[in-house]
C-alpha cells in the first residue's frame, strides 16, 4: 500500500502564477482533504472533498480552488500566487466520516519568489 | 485566542526519560482529540486519539484529555532518539470534518 502520494515534492513559482498540487488518497479512502503548513506552524484545514464535491472550507481566499476526480485523487489549484502562500501543502486521506484516522502525504514544498 | 494552543519548545531531555507534552483548547464543543508525530521534511503521523475525556494507552504512549480544565497530554515513557521530532495536538468537532492543530512542540531526546 503506497499510502497517500503527493506531486511534485517540491515547487518553486513566481508571484503571480497559478499553481496546481496533485494527490492520490490511500488506498481504500474516499474522502481528501488540503492542508496548508507554514513554517514552525501546525497544518491549517483548506477544504475537503467527497464524492467529488468540495463539502468543507476553512479560512481560505477563493484563490484556492480543489477538485476531486471519479477515482478520488485530488487537485488543489492555486491563483494568483502571493509570497506568503509560500508553505508546505499537505493531503491528507480517510474514509468519509473517519476524520480522525486522517492519513497524510509528504507534502508538496511551495516557495513562491 | 487559538483553539489550539501548544508551547512549541523545544524540549530537550535525556534518552530513557518521561516526556510530557500538554496544550489547551478554548472550545468545550470538541469531542475528538488527536496526537501526530511529524519528522522534519515529512507528512503528520497519527499517533493516537481519545474521543471525549479520559486515558489511552498505547505502548510507550499515553494520551490523557481533561475536559474539566480543557488540557490534552501526551506521555512518552522511555523515550528513544527516534522519539524526536514535532509533536502537534489537535482536535475535532463531533460534527465538522476538519482537524484543528496546535502549532507543534519539537522535541529533542539526547543519546
Known amino acids: 500500500d503506497a499510502g497517500v502520494t503527493q506531486s511534485p515534492t517540491h515547487l518553486i513559482k513566481t508571484r503571480g502564477q497559478q499553481v496546481t498540487l496533485r494527490c492520490s488518497p490511500k488506498?481504500?479512502?474516499?474522502?481528501v482533504s488540503w492542508y496548508q503548513q507554514a513554517l514552525g506552524q501546525g497544518p491549517q484545514f483548506i477544504f475537503q472533498?467527497?464524492?467529488?464535491?468540495?463539502?468543507q472550507r476553512g479560512n481560505f481566499p477563493d484563490r484556492f480552488s480543489g477538485h476531486q476526480f471519479p477515482n478520488y485523487s485530488s487537485e488543489l489549484n492555486v491563483n494568483a500566487l502571493l509570497l506568503g502562500d509560500s508553505a508546505l501543502y499537505l493531503c491528507a486521506s480517510s474514509r468519509r466520516g473517519r476524520d480522525t484516522e486522517a492519513f497524510f502525504g509528504q507534502g508538496t514544498r511551495l516557495t513562491v519568489v | 485566542q487559538k483553539e489550539v494552543e501548544q508551547d512549541p519548545g523545544p524540549l530537550s531531555v535525556p534518552e530513557g526519560a518521561i516526556v510530557s507534552l500538554n496544550c489547551t483548547y478554548s472550545n468545550s464543543a470538541f469531542q475528538y482529540f488527536m496526537w501526530y508525530r511529524q519528522y522534519s521534511r515529512k507528512g503528520p503521523e497519527l499517533l493516537m486519539y481519545t474521543y471525549s475525556s479520559g486515558n489511552k494507552e498505547d505502548g510507550r504512549f499515553t494520551a490523557q484529555v481533561d475536559k474539566s480544565s480543557k488540557y490534552i497530554s501526551l506521555f512518552i515513557r522511555d523515550s528513544q532518539p527516534s522519539d524526536s521530532a514535532t509533536y502537534l495536538c489537535a482536535r475535532r468537532g463531533s460534527s465538522a470534518s476538519k482537524i484543528i492543530f496546535g502549532s507543534g512542540t519539537r522535541l529533542s531526546i539526547r543519546p
Open positions: 472533498y467527497y464524492e467529488e464535491e468540495e463539502r
Open positions: 488506498s481504500g479512502h474516499d474522502t
